[in-house]
């Protein structure tokens, strides 16, 4: 069984400045792990996906996110906010023929 | 491309009525997913078919049936709503069901059942 949790409901940060958002993770195995974007009514985008490869997984828009298995985390991150990064953002792991999706980060960009 | 496409947008039932929601992909994807989205609580996963002709339950399959009519179209029906059935409805697919496997989603399908 898998589970993720997203440590903060809601994130404000001012436009230009950087961005973090917390996830961890729970596999009995080798996980893959996505992060997905909903913007105000449409559906979701996926911004990145770790599959075991590179630790390091950059995405769309400038995010970016590393897996630490040590920590079970997988964080995402992005040097600098823009106002249309304002959107809610779900942390996601792989199972074997679903998607376990945290409950969503809505992150807010104050001018 | 128009990806994963859902019918209708919008759908406003009262108690014990019954309704379907369409949902297509024209990517030629082998999987296709329903899930629900409530406040605070993410998506969960109310039926998946992992292949044409499969269906399984997921999460949250009460009050639930599904169809894959063909590869492209998998349809989700409530046989009589209720209150706790509002929210909103996305469908997904993938290449494969395997876990490496990116999902597309629909815009989604917002419901109220009063």
Known sequence: AQSVTQLD????????????????YSSSYSPSLFWYVQHPNKGLQLLLKYTSAATLVKGINGFEAEFK????????TKPSAHMSDAAEYFCVVAGRRALTFGSGTRLQVQP | NAGVTQTPKF?????GQSMTLQCAQDMNHNSMYWYR??????????YYSASEGTTDKGEVPNGYNVSRLNKREFSLRLESAAPSQTSVYFCASS????????????????????
């Open chain 2, 95 to 114: 290449e494969w069901s395997s876990s490496y496997n990116e999902q597309f989603f629909g815009p989604g399908t917002r419901l109220t059942v009063l």
């Open chain 1, 9 to 24: 409901s809601h994130v404000s940060v001012s436009e230009g400045t950087p961005v973090l958002l917390r996830c961890n």
């Open chain 2, 11 to 15: 759908q406003v039932l009262k108690t």
């Open chain 1, 69 to 76: 298995k040590s920590e079970t985390s997988f964080h995402l």
């Open chain 2, 37 to 46: 989205q409530d406040p605070g609580m993410g998506l969960r996963l109310i």
